[in-house]
């Protein structure tokens, strides 16, 4: 089955500065990608997505991108705030739509002031 | 649009006892809903699939006979878990899909349960 590797496990940033997570994933039919960003003890909320027809995708301060041929995908978040300090997961999920999401380990982000 | 709830939102049951949390989606039919653990600063674990009319399909070491899911209907999904205990107590979060977004997952806010 689908494994999700997930780095660094913490990162810290200062505000302002830029914070990039990377995954690697190990099923090459996965085709869908997305990043969610958790809060102590709320749901996961989508940040941004991708899917494997496209190599980046941009959405203000945050962007992904996606090497399905070295099947790692990241995600970049520029302009560091605070309240950008939470746990980020990256996930996948494939072959068919309505499959199972396998998400990484998780990274904790802390952008200090 | 796309919400989905869970409730109770916190639980605490006796060893032993048996809890049922319950998964909706309020405004779209859910053609599949997803059961997750996650364990404190840990990641999510998907339990089980669960699609309406059938029987869930559980992931390796998740023992079917202690967590019983029924998805009775497009909008509602349950999970029991019974004769819990302690090593059971987790957040559990449940995730929906629809038909028109196929890939997108809607999650619940989950349910904290402790077990004395």
């Known amino acids: 089955g689908e494994n999700v590797e997930q780095h660094p496990s913490t990162l810290s940033v200062q505000e302002g500065d830029s914070a990039v997570i990377k995954c690697t994933y190990s099923d090459s039919a996965s085709n869908y990608f997305p990043w969610y960003k958790q809060e102590l003890g709320k749901r996961p909320q989508l940040i941004i997505d991708i899917r494997s027809n496209v190599g980046e995708k941009k959405d203000q301060r945050i962007a992904v991108t996606l090497n399905k041929t070295a099947k790692h995908f990241s995600l970049h978040i520029t302009e560091t705030q605070p309240e950008d300090s939470a746990v980020y997961f990256c996930a996948a999920s494939g072959g068919q739509a309505g499959t199972a999401l396998i998400f990484g380990k998780g990274t904790t982000l802390s952008v200090s002031s | 649009g796309a919400v989905v709830s869970q409730h109770p939102s916190r639980v605490i049951c006796k060893s032993g006892t048996s809890v049922k949390i319950e998964c909706r989606s309020l405004d779209f039919q859910a053609t599949t809903m997803f059961w997750y653990r996650q364990f404190p600063k840990k990641s999510l674990m998907l339990m089980a699939t669960?699609?309406?009319?059938?029987?869930?399909?559980?992931e390796q070491g998740v023992e079917k006979d202690k967590f019983l899911i029924n998805h009775a209907s497009l909008t509602l999904s349950t999970l029991t878990v019974t004769s819990a205990h302690p090593e059971d107590s987790s957040f559990y979060i449940c995730?929906?899909?629809?038909?028109?977004?196929?890939?997108?997952?809607?999650f619940g806010p989950g349910t904290r349960l402790t077990v004395t």
């Open positions: 669960s699609n309406e009319g059938s029987k869930a399909t559980y």
């Open positions: 995730s929906a899909i629809g038909r028109l977004r196929a890939y997108e997952q809607y």
